[in-house]
């Protein structure tokens, strides 16, 4: 329930994935932190059939740190904004059912997932991000759990991000947090900002 | 007559005393050679003559220690108590009355001395005054009574006129779920809540909790639990040693006044960065503490 920012760690030139990962994790445990667990986020995008008209995408998330709900965003029709949905687990059986309106895009299943830890009030998860088979890029998500308010805990995210990511953390906070800086937030802005990268990733062919 | 002699001059009286000896002495020589007589020595041929002749001579040293004795007498200051009337007591020569005029002179003098010591103890304490804090503060004690027995009404109007200075930020509310102690639910915007329990007006429990926390389980304020996160369990530590320092039972009022402006600062507990060090983290938490006078931040290890 706290703020989450989600930063993309360029791979280096000559490095693979895992070889960052290991990187990272022994920054990261240097700082303090403790592993805990893993952690996964996946992404299933699904588009509207002819019938509903002009062309919408539904993309459903789930995430293992709240293993009961299914997230549901749908894009609006005009603009960028999505209308976000929480569900039950149930609603991926309810998604089958709606086959005829809604169909899966074929091979854009996208995940992001890795070791997760715990340091003091922050929780750190170092997410490899695929799409089927292929390695598209390294996701850091930070959270504090203690603080909701973005504008309240920014330069302190920063500075903890700056401790063991180095210089490719921003001095300005993500657009996505900049737009609502003096809101709470809570796990649905997590979930906006995994969706976010998801597309970007998507867009791109390689590595990111 | 002890005390007496005691006032009389010392080196005279043993002068007359001695005087007094030798006349006794050469009185005795004389009654001595009188009854005794003179042997006969060497020509023994005027007998009677030589007899008077030392005769003679013992008597002139008698009356020349007599003198001495007189003179001796007169150098000695007679410190002879004068009672006035009561002086005739001494000339009743009835058995019973021998001894009041004696007794009579030595309780005066036994007053006479106890005036002229306490005379001079008082003197002497005037120098070293004896003051004890205890008795000055017992003094501001009973000037103030009343921090045992406040009217609820007492404590709202202070704790609204407190909240009314913090600024709009801070939102203080009052129940009394359990009879006359006021627990105070204090959020300070949208970074941290807090509850305070008063006896009467003086602080006794402080929790602090983060501001996405629960603070009332089941309908019921849950002032006992930790918060789940360490930055405000930390904060929850300090709050108790600073609800410590101000605890002033003679000033209730200024105590939880400055408490609550103290409680205040935190505000600004992720936004600012510690005074000494000058960074945001340390041992992943914020600066927890804030100093109890000027309110500047701190981490727990940067403390002044």
Not at chain 2, 192 to 215: D, S, Y
Request: charged fraction near 20%; glycine fraction near 6%; include cysteine.
């Amino acid at each position: 329930m706290g703020v989450i920012v989600l930063q993309l760690f360029a791979v280096p030139d000559g490095k693979s994935g895992p070889q960052v990962i290991e990187m990272l994790t022994k920054r990261v445990i240097a700082l303090g932190a403790v592993l805990s667990g893993s952690f996964i986020v996946d992404c299933e995008t699904y588009s509207s059939t002819a019938s509903l008209g002009a062309p919408r995408s539904v993309h459903l998330l789930h995430n293992s740190e709240t293993p009961a709900s299914v997230f549901a965003l749908l894009e609006a029709a005009s603009g960028n904004k999505t209308v976000a949905l929480v569900a039950d687990n149930l609603f991926d059986l309810l998604m089958l059912k709606l086959s005829n309106f809604y169909t899966a895009k074929k091979q854009t299943k996208i995940e992001s997932r890795g070791p997760r830890f715990e340091a003091g009030d922050f929780l750190v998860k170092l997410g490899s991000v695929t799409m089927g088979p292929a390695f598209k890029g390294i996701l850091v998500e930070v959270e504090y759990q203690a603080c909701s308010l973005p504008a309240a805990c920014w330069d302190l995210i920063r500075e903890f991000m700056q401790g063991f990511l180095g210089g490719c953390v921003p001095s300005t906070p993500p657009q996505y947090i900049q737009n609502r800086f003096g809101d709470m937030l809570g796990t649905i802005d997590g979930i906006n900002q995994y969706l976010e990268q998801f597309n970007a990733f998507r867009k791109t062919t390689g590595i990111r | 007559m002890a005390d007496h002699s005691s006032k009389l001059d010392i080196v005279q009286a043993t002068a007359a005393l001695k005087s007094l000896r030798s006349l006794r002495n050469n009185v005795g020589t004389l009654f001595h050679s009188l009854t005794e007589g003179i042997g006969l020595q060497l020509g023994q041929d005027s007998k009677e003559s030589r007899f008077v002749a030392e005769l003679q001579q013992q008597l002139v040293t008698v009356q020349s220690g007599v003198k001495e004795f007189e003179e001796a007498i007169n150098n000695v200051d007679s410190v002879q108590v004068n009672l006035g009337n009561s002086g005739h007591l001494n000339q009743d020569c009835t058995p019973d009355a021998l001894h009041l005029y004696e007794s009579l002179v030595t309780s005066y003098r036994w007053t006479d001395n106890l005036t002229e010591y306490s005379g001079y103890a008082t003197t002497l304490l005037s120098q070293n005054a004896l003051k004890r804090s205890t008795l000055i503060h017992a003094k501001r004690r009973r000037l103030q009574p009343s921090s045992q027995n406040v009217a609820p009404q007492t404590i709202d109007s202070v704790i609204n006129q407190v909240c009314r200075s913090l600024g709009d930020n801070v939102k203080i509310e009052t129940f009394r779920p359990y009879g006359s102690s006021t627990v105070l639910q204090i959020t300070l915007g949208k970074i941290m809540k807090g509850i305070v329990v008063l006896k009467r007006l003086m602080v006794e429990w402080v929790v602090v909790k983060g501001a996405t926390e629960e603070l009332i389980e089941d309908g019921k304020i849950d002032m006992w639990g930790e918060s789940r996160y360490k930055v405000f369990r930390k904060v929850t530590e300090n709050a108790n040693a600073a609800m410590l320092h101000f605890y002033s039972p003679a000033y209730p009022e200024l105590a939880i006044r400055s408490f609550l402006t103290w409680f205040n600062s935190y505000q600004s507990l992720f936004t600012s960065p510690c005074k000494k060090c000058g960074h945001h983290l340390h041992n992943l938490l914020p600066p927890t503490w804030r100093d109890l006078r000027t309110l500047d931040p701190y981490h727990e290890d940067c403390k002044p």
